[in-house]
């Protein structure tokens, strides 16, 4: 009657040894809006290499490049391989060690008959060891670690999308400056021309000497334009350079900027977007271990049970034969007294989860942000791409009617003098706005996760 008493009060015991109750924070989920707040007009598929669809082949083999000599996802490659040895470390301590081990010695002693003995001696002998999984300790840690291994891979196609969008971005920047300096060298060129016919016009004495000073003073102020707009094309391109993991340098150029295909904006619900972006999947991954970990800290209250066996032979010049030896044993070692060391651990698991569980949900707010964000500025750049198109066409127009009263003799100088400062304002504002255009296209194809999914990543999995 003792003994079943003493069976059925097993299982409280060991409930009662499994670690305080740990408070976790209770946070909502991440519930999918309907529809997006902007839908643009067009609509097209998201690939995993998007960057081909602007149509640039230079564009695709530095994007391309980058990706392969990137020196961030290389050290996040080097961090997958490190979270992968940890999962092994974690595996392996649910399987038994094994160990061997030979010793010898020459000795000279003396017998119990008090004459010396001399003997040769030597053992070799096989250990074992075996900490059983008795309440899935070593599990949860295992299972921990693999997480945090899938996280780690995760991780490492967030940083190549970052880096796929930085590079695309970067081009568009470097197209667009090099369109600027066409549209600064063509002013230049111009203002150049009207400085040689008005000089021509003054020395003649049919122009005043205040229209030469201000076609002086003008051909100065487009000369002022160029050097700027070299040095920050020199700055992108080592910028473009340091992404690829090269040394600075000249980068190659396919279509001008006006050349680029415009591609369709790409669809998407937003039910889908968190399977569509991998810094989504690293915060869930990063959230089960974090689970997994305070699981197994919980279970460090419970006792353990460890089995040892070891095996061998004693080889002695005294003996006729080898002795073997052996032994077997066990050993359960439940913890008593920590000084609270389990009960911080514990409580230190449970925070890392909370802050777990705050990171995954802000990560998945913040995608949603980022899409209605990149969606709405497709819609205004490309509204206000429209605008200073038609703006620099009536520009163009008030020139050239300008330029045609002025040799005419009809206006003074002045009056072409600001056409073409209303010009050069609209065609360099022109560039900006279509580089603004793509560059806005490109940030959605980031926040929509560039074509990444859990089943096919867009780098392959280690």
């Known amino acids: 009657m003792r003994r079943a008493c003493t069976i059925a009060a ?124 008795l309440f899935g300790r070593l599990s949860d840690q295992e299972s921990a670690a693999h997480a945090a ?57 049919y122009s ?43 980068i190659e150029r396919g279509a001008s900027l006006a050349a680029l295909t415009d591609p369709a904006v790409p669809a998407g619900l937003p039910s889908q977007l968190l399977r569509r972006r991998p810094d989504v999947a690293q915060a869930e991954l990063q959230l089960a271990a974090a689970d997994h970990a305070l699981a197994a800290a919980r279970k460090r209250f419970l006792p353990q049970l460890r089995l040892t066996g070891q095996g061998g032979a004693v080889f002695s010049t005294l003996l006729d034969d080898p002795i073997t030896i052996w032994s077997l044993g066990g050993s359960v070692l439940a913890p008593l007294f920590e000084g609270g060391r389990l009960r911080a651990g514990a409580e230190s698991a449970g925070a890392q989860r909370d802050l777990a569980a705050f990171a995954y949900r802000k990560t998945a707010l913040n995608a949603f942000r980022e899409v209605e964000d990149a969606l709405a500025n497709i819609v205004q750049t490309d509204a206000q791409l429209r605008i200073v198109a038609a703006q620099r066409d009536a520009l163009a127009e008030t020139f050239r009617l300008a330029s045609n ?19 050069l304002a609209a065609e360099l504002n022109l560039v900006q706005a279509q580089a603004d255009a793509f560059t806005a296209r490109i940030a959605l194809y980031q926040a929509l996760g560039g074509g990444w999914n859990e089943a096919s990543p867009i780098a392959p999995s280690d």
């Open 10 to 133: 097993l299982p409280l015991l060991l409930a009662a040894c499994a670690g305080p109750h740990v408070e976790t924070a209770r946070i909502d989920p991440v519930t999918p809006p309907q529809g997006w707040r902007t839908s643009p007009d067009q609509s097209g598929a998201l690939d995993a290499d998007w960057w081909r669809t602007f149509g640039d082949p230079a564009l695709t083999a530095l994007v391309e490049h980058a990706l392969a000599g990137n020196l961030d996802i290389a050290m996040a490659g080097a961090r997958i391989r490190e979270a992968k040895a940890q999962e092994r470390g974690a595996r392996a301590a649910l399987l038994p060690t094994l160990a061997t081990g030979a010793g010898g010695e020459r000795s000279r002693s003396v017998s119990a008959f008090g004459t010396p003995e001399v003997q040769t001696a030597g053992q070799v002998q096989v250990q074992t060891a075996w900490e059983v999984d």
């Open 149 to 205: 291994w899938l996280a780690s891979q995760a991780a490492r196609d967030a940083v190549r999308l970052s880096i796929a969008s930085t590079v695309a971005s970067g081009y568009v920047t470097l197209l667009a400056l090099d369109a600027r300096l066409d549209v600064a060298r063509q002013t230049v060129e111009a203002r150049k021309e009207a400085l040689q016919r008005i000089r021509r016009r003054s020395d003649a004495g």
């Open 208 to 250: 005043p000497r205040l229209e030469l000073a201000q076609a002086v003073a003008e051909y100065q102020g487009a000369l002022q334009i160029i050097a700027p707009l070299e040095q920050a094309r020199t700055r992108q391109e080592n910028a473009l350079r340091l992404l690829s993991g090269d040394l600075p340098g000249p």
């Open 405 to 423: 009263r002025y040799k005419a003799g009809y206006s003074p100088y002045l009056e072409q003098l600001d056409a073409q400062r209303g010009l």
